[in-house]
């Protein structure tokens, strides 16, 4: 007996430090798989409390924790919220496998989206492999419901989101509200051009936001910058179909709002409603300013240039917001519409437009297209069609 004892113990010492080894490499790679904490992966059962369980034992580990959804599954999920702060010092999110959406009739009351993350500091999420689907066609049919955006992020900075997949979302597709110093790369969006207000990506009260080579095809603007935006780069994007690439709408209900320092590069515009557009409403005050729009090709696109300043009303009033400092430079393409370059600017006017290097005609080959230019001061070299700004104060 005594021999075996010793036999016994013999073993124990060598077994027990490879399994302290074990446990120190699940340790050090800090990894929470939602499967894990019971999420089931067959897109029929509830995963939601499951990914809140595991989000809360990432964000409260430290050090550089990932939370995984896992390939081979798709995981219905029917709202989340993913809040900070964290503990850890960086959070990292790995979506490999399927997230889908509930039906109209099985969404929770009271829950506008399906994953909502607040307040978390050096996020990063990679996509690579995965994707989430809205299953919005259930409620674009109802226009006044209160439809669900699927991704959204606020007060969340330094944030890196890549290759992240969504398809048909009830409404905006990605919501980003007052976050800094963002990139979000390699995204696609994907929804029909007559799904009803199914915004690509929307950005309010951000700063030093980057969208870079990206696809967004949707029922609505591909990108809108609303207010208290700035710092906004967007580049390589192809846009289409879908309302073009906006600045707004500001100003509505008389309200005072700000964008500036929005540079839109390199971009490809397919079979859009607009394509460059600034919308303001009358009556609203503050500004949009320092806004560059440059090397944008266009195809069949039925607003190719336009700012508009009685958004949302045919009636202009005696005040609005002020527009200035607009570049659009080294536009090329086709105009489904005849008039290709549009300023309709109100009261007190637009201000310091640039339109240079410009080469817009019609689809219909043979056919005319026209600028037409109200209450716009500025300059206009190497523009085609062909325009004329009368620089002349607007007295308000």
């Known amino acids: 007996m005594q021999r075996l004892i010793i036999i016994f113990l013999l073993i124990l010492g060598f077994v027990s430090p490879c399994l302290c080894v074990r446990s120190t490499v699940i340790k050090e790679k800090n990894t929470y798989n ?46 989340i919220a993913l809040n900070g702060p964290c503990i850890a010092t960086k959070v990292n999110i790995k ?9 109209k009739d099985e969404w929770v ?13 050096n996020l990063s999420i990679d996509g690579s492999g995965g994707s989430i689907d809205g ?32 398809t048909n979302s009830p ?29 690509g990506i929307d950005i309010f009260a951000s700063k030093h936001i980057l969208i870079e080579d990206s696809t967004i095809q949707c029922g ?58 600034i919308k303001t409403a009358p009556g609203g005050s503050g500004y949009a300013r320092q806004i560059t729009f440059e090397d944008i090709r266009l195809m ?20 609005g917001l002020n527009v200035s400092d607009v570049t659009f430079r080294g536009f090329r393409g086709t105009s489904a519409s005849d008039e290709a370059i549009t300023l309709n600017c109100g009261l007190p006017g637009c201000s310091n437009i640039v339109l ?23 300059r206009v070299t190497s523009t085609d069609p062909k325009c004329s700004f009368s620089n002349k104060r607007i007295n308000v």
């Open 34 to 79: 939602v499967i894990d904490y019971g999420a089931h992966g067959d897109g029929k059962s509830d995963d939601s409390r499951a990914f809140e369980s595991a989000w809360k034992d990432t964000c409260g580990t430290k050090g550089t924790p990932t939370l995984i959804i896992p390939q081979k599954g798709a995981f219905l999920l029917k709202g």
């Open 95 to 103: 979506l490999q496998g399927k997230i889908v959406a509930p039906s």
């Open 109 to 121: 009351k009271g829950r506008s989206n399906l994953i909502e993350i607040t307040n978390v500091t």
């Open 135 to 166: 299953y919005g066609s259930s409620w674009w049919q109802c226009q006044p419901c209160g439809r669900p955006t699927i991704l959204r992020f606020k007060f969340c900075n330094d944030l890196s989101v890549t290759h992240v997949t969504i």
């Open 171 to 199: 409404k905006a597709h990605i919501r980003i509200n007052n976050c800094e110093n963002a990139t979000f790369s390699n995204i696609s969006i994907d929804s029909p051009g007559n799904s009803y207000n199914t915004d």
């Open 220 to 277: 609505d603007d591909c990108i809108a910058i609303s207010d208290g935006s700035s710092y906004i780069n967007a580049t390589r994007i192809a846009c289409g179909p879908g309302h073009g690439i906006s600045i707004g709408s500001l100003g509505r209900d008389g309200s005072f709002e700000t964008v500036s320092e929005v540079y839109v590069k390199n971009c490809n515009l397919t079979n859009t409603t607009n394509g460059a557009r």
């Open 300 to 319: 069949n696109v039925m607003n190719p240039i336009i700012i508009d300043q009685t958004y949302g009303s045919k009636i202009s009033k005696d005040k």
């Open 356 to 378: 240079d290097d410009i080469d817009i005609v019609s689809s219909e080959p043979g056919k005319r297209v026209s600028c037409s230019c109200n209450n716009a001061r500025g």
